[in-house]
């Protein structure tokens, strides 16, 4: 298969072609050329042989031979007597040892012969070594633009392309290493933004960790200076465990964050009932509810279901769930609500909290972006970043609404 579609692919690069077709010209030109040849010797020689007859026939006519003699002696091709004919030519110096040089008409025509044949091979070799060459430069020009542009890759540099314009395999070729080449940028772009991000995320949790790593030091401190004093002990006692409990989620939540961001986490998706999911997300904040004096309720048919990754889904509701906790008051009102179409799944949660500010709606799922009106609330801004990287993750949306002083809507749609 590959034999009988080399040909044609070959035909199919631009200059191939045009090599092909001055080669198909000059066998042309070659077998033409040969003809006009062979046409010009034959027409010589026949001059030749000519000469040398009327020559003969002159010289014999002076001498008295009668001419049907003369005549006879021509048209006559009958073997006869050769052994005599050849003697008398020996005798007379004529035999195949002789020099062309002392045959005057034969070393004309072989001169002749000669001439005409080596300008014929000078102009077809010229000819066809000045198209191998012209053939052979534009293809080495070729190779010199695609080693600039290789080499320009091998030093970061992608701006420039190799040519791709035109068909053939070479062409074909300079294609696949420029999609090679688009694939290794897009690898260094990708490693770039993973040594910015992780860098960024240094920075984040080491600036985040600074408040409560001083608040425990100065705990310590103050411990330190009234071991005697219990009461003392006991209130910076609970301080620290709030202080560890806080780096602890800190730190737990960039963890997640960050392994979302980088793709680590496989999503393993199986069907589940959404009373069983948000039951499972509510299950420790339902305890916080009720210590606070707020209500959480719930709404949806038992038998609708969800294809997602447990856990984590539990986690992205939860996270709603803490978020409305968070900014709503003594007394007031949760609700997480679930409705299956045959377009999505839709869970909202809602609150009678606080609501969000109109500056503060569009940077809400940013990481550790916190309100200037809610720096007093419990939370540390991680939050709503993981609950949409959660959510996007496997393939769905999360929006918000809100009216400040009314409270806040937070959607999952998947």
Known sequence: MHKNTLPMSLLQDNQYRHYFTFLTFFSLALFFLGMVLCTALTSSARTVLLSHDEAVVSSLLSQGIPEHVVAAALTDTSSGNTQAATALLSRIGISE????????????????????????????SFLLLGG????????????TQASSILNNYLSGDYSL??????????YRMFSCIDRLATMLQAQNENEQRSKIFLRNTISDISHQLKTP????????????????NPDVIQEFTSKSEASIRRMEQLIQSMLKTTRLDTGNIVFEKHRYRLEELVLQSLNDLSVRAKDEGKEIVTEGSPEDTLVCDFSWTCEAIGNLVKNALDHTEKGGIIRVIWDVSPVACRISVSDDGNGI??????????????????QDTQGIGLGLSLTKSI???QGGTVTVKSIPGEGAEFVIQI
């Open 132 to 143: 191998t060459y012209l053939f052979l430069s534009k293809r080495e020009r070729l190779y």
């Open 391 to 393: 959510v996007e993750g």
């Open 161 to 170: 392309c190799l040519p791709q314009a035109r068909e053939g395999s070479v």
């Open 97 to 124: 040892t002789l020099k062309t040089r002392f045959l005057p008409p034969l070393h004309a025509y072989a001169t002749t012969i000669r001439i005409v044949t080596l300008s014929a091979l000078f102009l077809l």
């Open 357 to 374: 500010a109109p500056e503060d709606i569009h940077h809400i799922f940013k990481r550790f972006y916190r309100s200037r009106k809610s």
């Open 213 to 228: 790593l001083a608040a425990l030091s100065m705990y310590q401190e103050i411990m330190g200076n009234e071991p005697e």
